[in-house]
């Protein structure tokens, strides 16, 4: 398997951003009769995790290699899928009546999913033109 091009390495950097964006954000809403509604970060739930993912996957783009990007990113969005199916029945066992997933652990799973993408795009062979038209020197 190839290297990533620069194109893909940036789409990568920008998933990578997002996956760092939404640990940093809400990643569930409770509902309790004592406490009313509360926004539960996710860093308390598995953020650190992603974090250590983003690490490693910019040191593999680095490094250019898709297929480990592409693997590291797979169990990155896996970990996500994992913590939005189980981080609601944890937190109804803390004594909450209603918990939904907020919207930064879905960011956190877009950007590792953008990543797997991103690594798994493929520079057009040699000899292949764009077909985009391109503008001449003396327009």
């Known amino acids: 398997m190839r290297h ?4 893909a390495k940036a789409c990568a950097a920008g998933g ?4 760092l964006l939404g640990c940093a954000a ?3 809403q409770t509902k309790a009769v004592a406490a009313g509604t509360t926004s539960v970060g996710g860093l308390a739930h598995g953020a650190w995790i992603v974090v250590g993912f983003s690490v490693l996957l910019g040191l593999l783009i680095l ?7 592409a693997l590291c990113a797979l169990a990155a969005a896996a970990w996500m899928a994992y913590v939005r199916y189980e981080l609601p ?5 803390d004594a ?3 918990a939904d997933i907020a919207w930064g652990a879905y960011l956190a799973l877009l950007g590792s999913l953008i990543v797997v993408v991103a690594a798994l795009l493929r520079a ?12 001449s020197a003396s327009a």
Do not use: E, N
């Open 4 to 7: 990533m091009t620069p194109r």
């Open 16 to 19: 990578i951003a997002l996956m």
């Open 26 to 28: 809400p990643w569930a």
């Open 63 to 69: 490094l250019g290699s898709r297929l480990l990007v």
């Open 89 to 93: 029945g944890t937190l109804l066992r």
């Open 96 to 98: 909450a009546y209603q």
């Open 124 to 135: 057009a062979p040699p000899g292949v033109r764009s077909p985009v038209p391109q503008r």
